[in-house]
């Protein structure tokens, strides 16, 4: 393919086949049906030499990709958390795909970087972040920047506040070597942070300590003020702490004012982690959930999870810009320009140099849905975990698990953790839904996490009854172990499905 007329009629046919996959994504089983090394046996062992025909490219999409695809934005699709897709977002990164530039400096592509800076300080209205997290805000010395994940914007964080610290110390300290203060420096995070934030500490080699929650599955200031004296007794220099706005576990909240308040005493850097939760806070009635948020250094939210705009898609602000691009400072000739100083070159806010033009899919976002629509889908999706919930708070076999605040449910069985995750096995292995489960405070659970933009009433239906029907099977296997008051519930509950599936 090298030229545009070639472009222009095979472009049409991809467009034509991503409406019709999008339309009809229902239809497939939304986790991949597929054995590990499925996919070698179906294509050949080399390269082609000579170019092969369109035709032959499209059709091995149904025979050699789709089996082994697990259907994100199917409306059966209950696990994780959701990622985002839209139409507006792929119209943006096709033309960040055309345009191909690489924007590590402003004069690299003028554009990648002001629409960034633009569109940043956008989302930032949006969500009501303070005024000190925007680029354009009077005194603000505030900014924000795509990053491609959630776990890149937290080993951001916690680099530059190892920086801070060192910087902060040498200021009383001069004679003290960097690298032996970098060698006292700890970390805090809740037990139930996501997995990339230990990970981030791994990278940035700072020891981590996992604090405890409350019966809310939240952390706390009086969690944190314990460990910060502990840590300091021993010699030690609490640096940062990453409060969760939205854990993946459980979607649970920690107490970002407390946290916020104990930090800004000791001078630690907070960063607050709402990959998942963040979106919510573009509606009024969720703002609350970022209370405190002025006291954090940083934020980060997935504009990739909840807000349509297609991964990757991380968007990060931070208090005071200096602080990230003084903590990577190099200055090679090669990328100087005139401009240099008085324009952001974002090369300096990330780990790599490269970058797309990742704002234009935020931009298309923004303007072909409008404020409203994006509120709305929120709203939607909250609503639908609430009927969810209400649908297995009605039925007595089952418990909910944790507080119903956004878009997941978590709820078990009650029974036992090996019944729970038979339960769910049972589920996938039906191929019609696909869940996962987690640890929450020493019990197996199940999420349910309403995921696709299209998912309806019917489909939450829809998977509540074929999880029932599966702890039916799962409950009578139990049923030498299992006591009388399960039984009889099961019972009960059961026939009236059998019943059901009779008519
Ligand atoms: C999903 C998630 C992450 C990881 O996101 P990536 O963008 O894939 O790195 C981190 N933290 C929380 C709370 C998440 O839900």
């Known amino acids: 393919m090298t030229n545009s007329d070639d472009f222009r009629k095979w472009g049409r046919d991809m467009v034509d086949y991503v409406a019709g996959y999008l339309d009809t994504i229902d239809k497939r089983p939304p986790l991949a049906q597929v ?3 499925y996919l070698r046996q179906l294509i050949p062992d080399e390269a082609p030499h000579q170019p092969d025909k369109w035709e032959d490219v499209m ?8 089996p082994g695809v697990t259907h994100w934005h199917s409306p059966h699709f209950h696990s994780y958390f959701p990622t985002a897709n839209s139409y507006a ?13 690489i924007g590590f400096t402003w004069v690299s592509s003028p554009a990648c970087t002001e629409l960034e800076t633009v569109v940043m300080d956008w989302m930032g209205k949006l969500l009501g972040l303070p005024d000190s997290f925007l680029s354009g805000e009077g005194e603000s010395k505030g900014g924000g920047v795509i990053q491609g994940t959630a776990s890149e914007a937290t080993v951001m964080a916690i680099l ?49 300590r996992l604090l405890p929650t409350d019966e809310k599955n939240a952390l706390r200031g009086d969690a944190l003020r314990k460990a910060i004296e502990e840590d300091k007794a021993k010699g030690l220099i609490p640096s940062f702490v990453c409060a969760t706005m939205g854990t993946t576990g459980c979607c649970s909240f920690d107490n970002i004012e407390e946290l916020g308040t104990v930090c800004n005493e000791e001078q630690i850097w907070l960063h607050v982690d709402g990959a998942y ?24 939210f997935n504009a990739h999870k909840w807000l349509r705009v297609n991964f990757d898609c991380s968007c990060m602000w931070v208090k005071n810009q200096q602080d990230l691009v003084g903590a990577f400072h190099v200055d090679p000739t090669y990328l100087k320009h005139e401009h240099q100083g008085q324009v952001i070159d974002y090369r300096h806010w990330h780990i790599p140099l490269g970058r797309r033009f990742r704002s234009l899919k935020i931009w298309f976002v923004l303007r072909l849905f409008g404020i409203d629509k994006l509120q709305e889908h929120i709203k939607t999706q909250v609503a639908l975990a609430h009927e969810f919930e209400a649908l297995v708070a009605a039925d007595k076999r089952f418990e909910i698990s944790a507080d119903v605040v956004l878009g997941l449910v978590c709820f078990r069985l009650k029974g036992t953790d090996d019944q729970n995750r038979e339960l769910l096995d049972q589920i996938n292995k039906t191929g019609k839904i696909f869940m996962v489960g987690a640890m929450l405070n020493g019990e197996f659970i199940l999420r349910f996490a309403i995921c696709a933009a299209t998912t309806t009433s019917e489909h939450v239906k829809y998977a509540w009854d074929i999880i029932k029907e599966e702890s039916c099977k799962v409950g009578a296997k139990e049923q030498l172990n299992g006591t009388k008051e399960q039984l009889n519930g099961s019972k009960e509950d059961c026939n009236g499905t059998v019943q059901n599936g009779k008519e």
């Open 277 to 300: 939760a963040g979106s919510a806070l573009i509606c009024p009635e969720f703002r609350y959930l970022g209370a405190g948020l002025e006291l954090a250094d940083s934020f980060n």
């Open 89 to 101: 977002a792929i119209l943006g990164d096709i033309l960040s795909d055309a345009i191909g530039c």
């Open 35 to 37: 054995s590990p090394g």
């Open 59 to 66: 059709a091995d999409l149904e025979r050699v990709i789709m």
């Open 160 to 208: 530059a506040a190892k920086m801070k610290s060192i910087r902060d110390i040498q200021h009383t300290e001069p004679d003290r070597d960097q690298y032996e203060i970098m060698s006292k420096l700890v970390a805090y995070c809740s037990e139930q942070a996501h997995s990339s934030v230990e990970r981030a500490a791994l990278i940035a080699s700072v020891r981590m």
